[in-house]
């Protein structure tokens, strides 16, 4: 039987994409008979306070699983500075590197490590060489791209050195899996060896999530929007969206978290939105509950050329719930959603038209019913986890 070490920051019961992919790949390699292990921090996704409600701790099997090991993190407050970030990111890569030499015995056969943030992948590293084993890079982000697309971050100097570390990662990594096909030509331009694997493994839906789906009647319409309100999501112009919704009598369900939630709550309540709720962080199956429930989602990116690599693991979510996408996005996004018929596409300056096109599903239900059939025609076809899971075999059989 084959071993292998997943290295990665979020995990179950993370909220958010990278969490729960991380949790996909190691529940359904573990059914494919891979010795599969987990080393990881304590839950700390946006905030470590959330974990301590019960309700997030929902699978009993991962709850304490002895393959599954939680490295405590001591630094608190992260989000807002990126000094704090990237102390709370050195942090990680330390622990996970002390943790690393104590499992030397345990001879792992490959090791999986998901990135970014890039430091853990230097733990890797450090793994490869002490294991004398092959080491597989899941890129999630392009980073340090997506750092300088957030607007927050510009100092040339320190940028230099994340490049240099970047292409370091790519090209000692003996495979490389992706979650977006947007990825592929970066890195390529980054490797020596051309003929390096490099796999495309999206974020998609688990069958028992499918059968869970129940559409709402249509007796009452609403929007959601499910996902950070952080720096890479254009969250002034979803506050317009919100504000003009409202206008309409329109219902909008958020279910946010992240670096500018609280601003959020503030400008709902300042400009009295009271067709618009701000939910708190919800676990995974409340989420999906609420998307289901939903008449239409809407997913806006900041509108710089690092997004347009990105498949939003929420527009995933959306078309899984069968709830048609009105989006400002581009590129790879914006492609599966024009290309498949489920949902609308706009540019991020459009927000009168999204409005418009949100009110023409509310008033044609038979238009909504067929891109709700697109969105499970193309679950089915392209996007379930117990299909793609195959995918990664090869490289865990060599």
Known sequence: MQKLLIITQNFYPVIGSAGNRMKNIFELLSEKNIDTHVLTTEPAYPNKNLYKQRIFWDEENLNNNEKI???????????????????????IALSFTKKIFKLKKEKYDYILVSSP??????????????????????????WPDSLTGVRKFNNKFVLKIFKFLEKKMYNNADAIIINS????????????????????????????????????????????????????QDTEKLQELAKKLNNHDIHFEIIGYGARATEFKEFIEKNN???????????????LKVISQSNCAVALLNDEEVFSTVLPGKVIDYITCKTPVIA???????????????????????????????IYLKENIEIRKQLEENCGELINAHFLWEKNIEKIMPLLNE
């Open 69 to 91: 090991m939680r490295l405590p993190i001591k630094t608190k407050k992260y989000e807002n500075s990126m000094l704090g970030r990237l102390k709370f990111y050195g942090e």
């Open 117 to 142: 943030p890039i430091f853990i992948v230097l733990s890797a590293f450090i793994a490869k060489k002490l294991y004398k084993t092959k080491l597989i890079l899941e890129v999630r982000d392009l």
């Open 181 to 232: 096909l947007g990825f592929k030509a970066h890195i390529l331009s980054k490797l020596k060896d051309k003929e390096k694997t490099i796999l495309f493994l999206p974020n998609g839906a688990r069958a028992k999530e499918i059968d869970n789906i129940i559409k709402k009647e249509d007796d009452h319409f609403q929007v959601v929007y499910a996902g950070n309100l952080g720096l890479a």
């Open 273 to 287: 939105l009271k067709y618009v709720k701000l939910n708190n962080p919800m676990t995974r199956k409340e989420t």
């Open 328 to 358: 400002a996005v581009k590129g790879q996004a914006a492609n599966l959603i024009t290309q498949n018929k489920v949902g609308y596409v706009f540019e991020n300056e459009e927000i009168g038209r999204i409005v418009d096109k949100i």
